[in-house]
């Protein structure tokens, strides 16, 4: 079955930098659009960052030029280099796949998630 399973999360400070992974199977990786989401406390899910199957890229406004999407499809692995972390990262940060038009970032264009992991961000 398709699975999905981030890791990397953790607490740093601010400025600081984190690595996620998102190891995915069951499902012919190399052919979707992946994404990177995060949902704080009390607050909307939001798109982080989606990478197409030929390697193209879309960033939400609030990290472009602090983090970046990779894929690796020999290895079935998704990564997100967030660099210059700042409180307001703090999160649920999930992976997912799904055929999503032209990288987009809407949730609902995705249907396979992760369980997520926590990015807490101290000042």
């Known amino acids: 079955q398709v699975q999905l399973a981030e890791s990397g999360g953790g607490s740093v400070q601010a400025g600081g930098s984190l690595r996620l992974t998102c190891a995915a199977s069951?499902?012919?990786?190399?052919?979707?659009?992946m994404g990177w989401f995060r949902q704080a406390a009390g607050k909307e899910r939001e798109g982080v960052a989606a990478?197409?199957?030929?390697?193209?890229?879309s960033y939400a406004d609030s990290v472009k030029g602090r983090f970046t999407i990779s894929r690796d499809n020999a290895k079935n692995t998704l990564y997100l280099q967030m660099n210059s972390l700042k409180p307001e990262d703090t999160a649920m940060y999930y992976c997912?796949?799904?055929?999503?038009?032209?990288?987009?970032?809407?949730?609902?264009?995705?249907?396979?998630w992760g369980q997520g992991t926590q990015v807490t961000v101290s000042s």
């Open positions: 069951g499902f012919t990786y190399s052919t979707y659009c």
């Open positions: 990478i197409d199957s030929d390697g193209s890229t």
């Open positions: 997912a796949a799904g055929f999503a038009p032209d990288r987009t970032m809407d949730p609902n264009e995705y249907n396979q």
